[in-house]
């Protein structure tokens, strides 16, 4: 155990209380970015005359042998040190002697920390959404294999209308899009830099921050150190974003679920993605769709964790925002396990259209038959009833529109014609819709397109 400030203190620290408070064995996480800060650190100090020449390049390359043995081989980022700060900052001494004791001058892990994170995040934010991308790519590929096959569309989970099979895969993507706009701002939000700030008042030395920013590839710096060693909000948008990101990949995988089951079986789950019983042996389970969906509340907690931590802390840094890590580094894993899990459960999904579009037809027509009446003039409010009338006759009868004569139709109401049948049928329900953001075929065909390009231009864009 190795710690930065056993100057002030008589006794050695006590093992377990030290080991209660070191967080090298998660922070490890952060080597990589923490020896980028210190490199850049290095150059300000020499830039500021703190350090000469010689100091300046024996540090740069310590930094940089630190950091290729690090890459070369994880298992080197090891140890008994407080925390990945120290842990550097003890190799560079051990390779330096004194000029590497100059490394730490005019700054504090409370900034470098926050450094390391806004780098970590800035660096691994880009892979989660390409990671989104190719699970909007594959709700794509299934929406155009879909072709024109119809599926009900559910409120209260009751049939509601017909509505294409495609609009239905377009639904959740265009949720994704929402997400991966919710990530490009936490990592346009971790965009600041923090140094310059000292522990928490600034520091001493002429440090040139715009410069630094630069260096770092920051576009700005942080308005205020006080603020600085504690804000946490670029970390709290991060876990929001995966939260809600882990929110809709549950829905998703709860509508699968359902969907893939025998009772609806409008789609099949691919074997090579389901998991027997050790008992029954007729089971095929959906097991990875039951993951995705109970590992949604793991990510929330660890957003509520961060708010919860945060809301009572004195200005400045606190011990307590040691605690911000681990949620982040866990809802990072957890959202990439579920995004390429749930991109292997989609790209392999068979459509059962015969189930599918019969479970579309019957009376969830009873809007098109209301909307009918209101074309030849009826009052909506008044056709409601007229149907809802004729709907419970037909439950009652344990019928539905498709068998009415044209008699009985007119039993019902005078304005029913003979086009009636041909009218009532779940492909003219979807055609029949108006509006971009519906179920009609062209506005589909006009949504798909538009996901296509949406997809293209992200894969086009620069890493971040
Ligand atoms: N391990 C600490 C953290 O994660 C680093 C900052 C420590 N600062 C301090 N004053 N003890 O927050």
């Given at each position: 155990m190795a710690a930065l400030w056993s100057g002030r203190f008589d006794a050695e620290p006590d093992r377990a209380t030290f080991e209660f408070?070191?967080?090298?064995?998660?922070?490890?996480?952060?080597?990589?970015?923490?020896?980028?800060?210190?490199?850049?650190?290095?150059?300000?100090?020499?830039?500021?005359?703190?350090?000469?020449?010689?100091?300046?390049?024996?540090?740069?390359?310590?930094?940089?042998?630190?950091?290729?043995?690090?890459?070369?081989?994880p298992a080197f980022v090891d140890g008994a040190d407080e925390d990945v700060h120290t842990f550097v900052e003890r190799l560079v001494v051990e390779m330096v002697g004194e000029a590497g004791k100059r490394l730490h001058t005019g700054r504090s892990r409370n900034e470098q920390v926050s450094?390391?994170?806004?780098?970590?995040?800035?660096?691994?934010?880009?892979?989660?959404?390409?990671?989104?991308?190719?699970?909007?790519?594959?709700?794509?590929?299934?929406?155009?294999?879909?072709?024109?096959?119809?599926?009900?569309?559910?409120?209260?989970?009751?049939?509601?209308?017909?509505?294409?099979?495609?609009?239905?895969?377009l639904a959740h993507a265009a949720a994704l899009r929402r997400d991966d706009e919710r990530l490009a701002a936490a990592a346009r939000e971790a965009d600041a830099l923090p140094l310059g700030s000292g522990a928490v008042a600034g520091t001493r030395y002429a440090i040139d921050v715009e410069a630094l920013a630069a260096r770092l590839g920051f576009s700005t710096v942080v308005l205020n150190s006080l603020d600085a060693s504690s804000d946490r909000d670029f970390v709290l948008s991060f876990l929001q974003a995966a939260a809600v990101t882990m929110v809709h990949l549950s829905r998703l995988a709860e509508d699968l679920i359902i969907f893939c089951s025998d009772e609806f079986h409008?789609?099949?789950?691919?074997?090579?993605?389901?998991?027997?019983?050790?008992?029954?042996?007729?089971?095929?389970n959906p097991d990875p769709l039951e993951l995705v969906r109970g590992k949604a509340g793991?990510?929330?907690?660890?957003?509520?964790?961060?708010?919860?931590?945060?809301?009572?802390?004195?200005?400045?840094?606190?011990?307590?925002?040691?605690?911000?890590?681990?949620?982040?580094?866990?809802?990072?894993?957890?959202?990439?396990?579920?995004?390429?899990?749930?991109?292997?459960?989609?790209?392999?999904?068979?459509?059962?259209?015969?189930?599918?579009?019969?479970?579309?037809?019957?009376?969830?027509?009873?809007?098109?038959?209301?909307?009918?009446?209101?074309?030849?003039?009826?009052?909506?409010?008044?056709?409601?009833e007229v149907v809802g009338g004729l709907v419970r006759r037909l439950v009652a009868e344990g019928r539905s529109f498709d068998s009415l004569t044209l008699d009985e139709w007119r039993s019902a109401s005078e304005l029913f014609d003979e086009d009636i049948a041909a009218q009532i049928t779940p492909a003219a329900s979807v055609r029949g819709k108006r509006t971009p953001q519906s179920t009609a075929p062209e506005a589909v065909a006009a949504a798909r397109a538009g996901l296509r390009e949406w997809i293209a231009a992200r894969r086009d864009e620069p890493g971040d």
């Open positions: 408070g070191a967080s090298f064995r998660f922070d490890r996480r952060l080597f990589e970015d923490d020896v980028t800060g210190s490199l850049a650190w290095v150059e300000a100090l020499a830039a500021a005359g703190v350090l000469s020449e010689a100091e300046r390049a024996a540090l740069a390359g310590a930094l940089t042998a630190i950091r290729d043995r690090g890459r070369q081989d450094l390391d994170l806004r780098l970590y995040l800035r660096r691994r934010i880009p892979a989660l959404r390409a990671a989104l991308v190719r699970l909007a790519a594959a709700l794509a590929d299934q929406a155009d294999r879909a072709g024109g096959a119809l599926m009900p569309s559910y409120t209260h989970l009751r049939p509601a209308q017909p509505i294409l099979v495609a609009h239905f895969f409008f789609f099949e789950l691919s074997d090579a993605l389901s998991t027997g019983s050790s008992m029954m042996p007729q089971k095929k793991r990510v929330t907690g660890h957003l509520v964790a961060l708010l919860t931590t945060v809301k009572g802390l004195p200005s400045g840094y606190d011990k307590d925002l040691q605690e911000d890590k681990e949620g982040v580094f866990d809802s990072e894993d957890t959202l990439a396990g579920s995004l390429a899990a749930m991109t292997m459960v989609v790209a392999q999904l068979t459509l059962d259209r015969a189930r599918a579009e019969r479970a579309a037809s019957g009376l969830l027509l009873a809007t098109d038959v209301a909307d009918y009446l209101v074309g030849r003039g009826m009052p909506f409010r008044r056709a409601h």
